[in-house]
């Protein structure tokens, strides 16, 4: 999950296209994570030193790690320690972009830096992206303190959709800061509320193209328009997860019901106080709005 956050940094920054993102991502299924990159993104030898190292290996038939250690920049528990990142998928898209070279060594070495300074990454959350743990990545990145009481209801049902994305659509999602709901919300849009011991309005919407897209993974058919069949596959992609967060919530107590599902176009969402969530995935960008009517 790393590789999808750092791939959307390096796009919105303009340093790769989406044609090299799209490239890279697919790429880095077959990579193998090379120790300089493991040891530039963990901040123990810099790009130059990395560049050394595989000059050495040029005249000498020795590994990185020996040579690395006998030049002093790194110990034998570093070099451990690297070694049992290696197996890590968390920087195959830097290799990646490495053996496609897109970027130097010291471009990457500079985008790394700036990428973590920027989003401001804690231990927790790259933990968190490496495992794809929703729960702990939800309350990561999204802030729903305003919401007082409902703050779990939110972080709870995010994640499940996250999940659901992944098993349903194939693709890991990529969330990014939440953002106050407030008033219009733009493309395709189906609508859900969530009625009981408490109310949720739920609602997903996109682009004509990632509403497709949503549409031919979830039904598994060949769609080509938004006609009524990629219509329904959204809306009971929606329903699906909805259903499972009612059966989530009557495993704890709470009993609740799924009113009747509305689809419309750049839907008005002024009875609702809640938020966006943007979504990111290869194929376009989803926003997931959760909240509590305004009764």
């Given at each position: 999950m790393f590789s999808q956050?750092?791939?959307?940094?390096?796009?919105?920054?303009?340093?790769l296209t989406s044609e090299k993102l799209t490239d890279v991502l697919a790429f880095e299924r077959s990579v193998h994570v090379k120790l300089g990159i493991l040891a530039i993104n963990a901040g123990m030898m810099s790009a130059a030193q990395v560049e050394?190292?595989?000059e050495l290996q040029r005249k000498k038939d020795k590994r990185f790690g020996e040579i690395a250690m006998e030049r002093g920049y790194l110990t034998f528990a570093q070099l451990e320690d690297l070694l049992q990142?290696?197996?890590?998928?968390?920087?195959?898209?830097?290799?990646?972009?490495?053996d496609r070279g897109y970027m130097t060594l010291g471009e990457l070495e500079a985008a790394l830096d700036s990428y973590k300074k920027e989003s401001r990454l804690s231990t927790e959350q790259l933990d968190a992206m490496e495992a794809v743990d929703f729960d702990k990545l939800v309350?990561?990145?999204?802030?729903?303190?305003?919401?007082?009481?409902l703050s779990e209801t939110y972080y709870d049902y995010v994640?499940?959709?996250?999940?659901?994305i992944l098993r349903f659509l194939n693709e890991v999602p990529v969330i990014s800061h939440s953002v106050p709901l407030e008033g219009?919300?733009?493309?395709?849009?189906?609508?859900?509320?969530?009625?009981?011991?408490i109310d949720l309005a739920t609602?997903?919407?996109?682009?004509?193209?990632?509403?497709?897209?949503?549409a031919r993974r979830y039904s598994q058919e060949n769609l080509?328009?938004?006609d009524e069949l990629a219509k329904d596959s959204v809306a009971e992609f929606l329903n699906l997860v909805n259903g499972i967060y009612c059966v989530n919530a009557s495993d704890k107590g709470l009993e609740l019901n799924l009113e009747p599902q509305s689809m419309t176009s750049s839907p008005e969402f002024s009875h609702v106080i809640g938020y966006i969530v943007p979504i990111d995935l290869p194929f376009g960008k989803i926003k997931l709005v959760v909240g509590q009517p305004n009764k």
């Amino acid at each position: 999950m790393f590789s999808q956050y750092f791939g959307q940094y390096l796009l919105n920054k303009g340093i790769l296209t989406s044609e090299k993102l799209t490239d890279v991502l697919a790429f880095e299924r077959s990579v193998h994570v090379k120790l300089g990159i493991l040891a530039i993104n963990a901040g123990m030898m810099s790009a130059a030193q990395v560049e050394e190292v595989h000059e050495l290996q040029r005249k000498k038939d020795k590994r990185f790690g020996e040579i690395a250690m006998e030049r002093g920049y790194l110990t034998f528990a570093q070099l451990e320690d690297l070694l049992q990142q290696q197996g890590s998928r968390q920087l195959s898209l830097s290799q990646a972009i490495i053996d496609r070279g897109y970027m130097t060594l010291g471009e990457l070495e500079a985008a790394l830096d700036s990428y973590k300074k920027e989003s401001r990454l804690s231990t927790e959350q790259l933990d968190a992206m490496e495992a794809v743990d929703f729960d702990k990545l939800v309350r990561s990145f999204l802030d729903f303190s305003a919401a007082g009481g409902l703050s779990e209801t939110y972080y709870d049902y995010v994640a499940l959709i996250l999940r659901n994305i992944l098993r349903f659509l194939n693709e890991v999602p990529v969330i990014s800061h939440s953002v106050p709901l407030e008033g219009k919300v733009e493309g395709w849009t189906v609508v859900q509320d969530i009625v009981g011991e408490i109310d949720l309005a739920t609602a997903l919407a996109a682009d004509d193209t990632a509403f497709l897209e949503i549409a031919r993974r979830y039904s598994q058919e060949n769609l080509n328009e938004i006609d009524e069949l990629a219509k329904d596959s959204v809306a009971e992609f929606l329903n699906l997860v909805n259903g499972i967060y009612c059966v989530n919530a009557s495993d704890k107590g709470l009993e609740l019901n799924l009113e009747p599902q509305s689809m419309t176009s750049s839907p008005e969402f002024s009875h609702v106080i809640g938020y966006i969530v943007p979504i990111d995935l290869p194929f376009g960008k989803i926003k997931l709005v959760v909240g509590q009517p305004n009764k």
